[in-house]
């Protein structure tokens, strides 16, 4: 959608007080933002006189979000320099829920690449534990995810539980720190830790037992210290060594509603229905639920720091639905039934 109520040509910007012609440009765009932006969830791009974008943002209420950038204070304004200037229309999408405007927001910052775009780079995740690689395992805490060979879990509730489980895992499998760096006894220690970090306590025993019976030194000593442990914490669902989640949220149009399954931070399958009925939700929950990560692309870390920071906010919400491999399918059924109805209830 466009602005086009002002051929005034937008000159640069030349010191802090906007000359009256930068004014009356901001004033008619922020008008344009509250009457035909919609209050909804959705992702928008500033864009200038040749159409090239500038900047792509979400929100959940497009016309609140928007409208900020131009009733801003001088620092938020200063904070943006060039931008506002530079803007001649904006284009917006609505999407239905937050997740799915944090994926398309992702999508069209890959796609258009505008100049103004910084967070994929400053947005900060929740904490993770990080296990280097065979050659250096050295354990201690992220704040994101990187491609750099090692393996990551999380992200953890908070810094305090991350912090923990890394000191947890230093002192079982005896793996150093980057203050304390040490030679490893053996690649098994290694190996046990990223079993304990990526599937639990159980598979890491089940794979000391094995390397203990062919008479691996250390793995008695590993099995005793996990034996011990009588607390600690679990990442939050559908994070890295997480459980899966299903996101259901509003679709884009009245009456539609949304799936996204999220394994390993990677959304594995994506679905949406008009107005569904009962047996259509049951149809789809075993479709989703045979769904699986083989075959999905690994999203970048870029992409995946940001999905992992919307599930490290949103965990517990009534949108992220969390699938225990315990759960029944009928239990499943129910729970996603109850809130399928609650957001097509009228």
């Not at 780079?121 to 395992?137: K, Q, T, Y």
């Amino acid at each position: 959608m466009r602005s086009k109520s002002s051929d005034i040509p937008l000159p640069r910007r030349t010191g802090r007080s906007p000359t009256p012609a930068r004014r009356k440009k901001k004033a008619q765009l922020a008008r344009w933002c509250s009457t035909h932006l919609p209050a909804l969830p959705g992702v928008y791009v500033f864009r200038d006189a040749t159409g090239r974008a500038l900047y792509v943002g979400k929100s959940n209420s497009l016309q609140r979000r928007v409208r900020s950038h131009f009733s801003g204070s001088d620092a938020f304004v200063r904070k943006w320099d060039g931008l506002l200037d530079a803007t001649d229309y904006i284009d917006h999408e609505v999407t239905g829920s937050d997740f799915a405007a944090l994926l398309r927001e992702i999508e069209l910052i890959h796609e258009l690449k505008p100049v103004y775009n910084v967070q994929l780079a400053r947005r900060p995740s929740a904490r993770f534990v990080r296990l280097g690689p065979p050659a250096d395992p050295v354990v201690g805490c992220a704040s994101a995810v990187s491609a750099d060979g090692a393996l990551y879990a999380g992200p953890f509730r908070t810094a305090a539980a991350a912090s923990s489980m890394a000191t947890l895992v230093r002192r079982v499998f005896g793996l150093p720190s980057r203050r304390r760096r040490f030679e490893v006894e053996s690649i098994d220690n290694h190996a046990a830790a990223s079993l304990f970090l990526r599937e639990g306590m159980q598979k890491a025993l089940e794979h000391l037992e094995r390397v203990e019976g062919a008479g691996a030194e250390g793995a008695k000593r590993m099995v005793r210290g996990l034996r011990r442990v009588r607390r600690f914490y679990l990442p939050v669902a559908g994070g890295l060594s997480g459980v899966r989640v299903l996101v259901i949220g509003h679709g884009a149009l009245p009456g539609d509603v949304e799936f996204h399954m999220i394994d390993q931070g990677a959304v594995t399958a994506r679905r949406a229905l008009a107005e569904p009925s009962y047996g259509q939700v049951r149809s789809l929950i075993a479709e989703l639920l045979g769904a699986t990560i083989e075959g999905v692309p690994a999203p970048d870390p870029d992409s995946l720091n940001l999905a992992l920071a919307w599930l490290h906010q949103n965990h517990g919400g009534s949108s992220v639905l969390v699938l225990r491999p315990q759960d029944s399918a009928a239990a499943v059924d129910s729970r996603v039934w109850r809130r399928v109805r609650e957001l097509t209830r009228f």
